[in-house]
Each structure stands twice: as C-alpha cells, then as structure tokens.
C-alpha cells in the first residue's frame, strides 16, 4: 500500500515538474515574440471595438503565466492620430495575481522608452486602464508617423502582453 502512495505521489510529482517547465517554455517563447519589431495591428475604433484583427491576431494576448488572471483589450483607437490619445485597458482578475505594471515602446531589443509604471503590489482587481500619448510612444515625435511595438510586463519583468500601435 505504501509503494503505491509513493508512486501515486511521485507520478504528480513529475506532472507537476513537466508542466511548470512547459509553462516556462511557452512563457520564453512568448517572449521572444513580444520582443520582435511591429508586423501589423488590431484595428480599432475609439470606443474600443475591434473593426479588424486579421492584420495582425497575435496583438494583445495574454502571457501563459497570465492566462486566467489578466484579461486585455486591444488598444483603441488604432491607427490613432498623433494629437489624440490611445487607451489600453487591463483586467486583473486574480487576488494578488500581478505585482507592478510597466508600458514601453520598443524600438529595437537594445532600445525602449518608458511609458506608464504602477509599481503597487499587488495591483489591485479590476480595470486599469492606461491612456498613453502617441507623440510619447513613437520614436521621434517630430515625425511621429508609423508601426509601434508597445510591451506591458509586470514588477518582475515578465511580460503580460504586446501589440503594435499604428500613429497617423
């Protein structure tokens, strides 16, 4: 009977290990996507409603280490003119789930620019919703036209979502 509440045990036991490694995989992999120059956007409107996403249907998904407890809206309205302003909102789901927010602009893997930053922890349930200026996100805001990666990642550096903001 021992043994096999030791076996029972040590098979969920290597479950548990072989998930958490897979999680982590599906994690790094997510990662190294989220840090890749901008291919397209979600179109949206300025009440937030997705008019197209078959531009690019990878904008604005969730982490595996975040599923179930962020939820994302895409970032609304895109393209957005310079002098306007953009919002991205994120639900927070879980109790205690997210320690810390920051939004940047990524321009290549050696350069970004600070956006937004909520280093409370944890972040309280319920709906952020983050209104960022596009004269602030794109590169050069003399010439603010053009495809923006924008990245959202918590306290710890791991990033919750991404997805590309089109200035006109």
């Keep these: 009977m021992k043994a096999y509440i030791f076996n029972i045990l040590l098979f969920f036991l290597i479950a548990s290990f072989l998930t958490a490694c897979s999680q982590s995989g599906d994690?790094?992999?997510?990662?190294?996507?989220?840090?890749?120059?901008p291919e397209?956007?979600?179109?949206?409107n300025g009440r937030g409603d997705i008019v197209n996403d078959n531009i690019d249907p990878d904008d604005w998904r969730v982490a595996p280490f975040f599923q179930?407890?962020?939820?994302?809206?895409?970032?609304?309205?895109?393209p957005v003119l310079s002098n306007d302003r953009v919002t991205l909102r994120i639900f927070i789901t879980g109790v205690d789930a997210v320690s810390g927010i920051r939004v940047f602009?990524?321009?290549n893997i050696n350069q970004f620019r600070p956006l937004y930053e909520?280093?409370?922890?944890?972040i309280p349930t319920g709906l952020l919703s983050?209104?960022?200026?596009?004269?602030?996100?794109a590169q050069t805001p003399e010439n603010p036209q053009g495809l923006y990666r924008i990245i959202v990642e918590d306290g710890s550096r791991?990033?919750?979502?991404?997805?590309?903001?089109?200035?006109e």
């Design 27 to 37: 994690q790094r992999e997510f990662e190294q996507q989220a840090i890749q120059m």
């Design 40 to 44: 397209g956007y979600t179109q949206t």
């Design 68 to 78: 179930g407890i962020v939820q994302v809206d895409p970032a609304f309205p895109n």
């Design 105 to 107: 602009s990524l321009y």
């Design 118 to 122: 909520d280093m409370r922890s944890p």
């Design 130 to 137: 983050i209104s960022l200026n596009p004269l602030e996100i």
């Design 158 to 167: 791991n990033i919750i979502t991404y997805g590309d903001i089109k200035i």
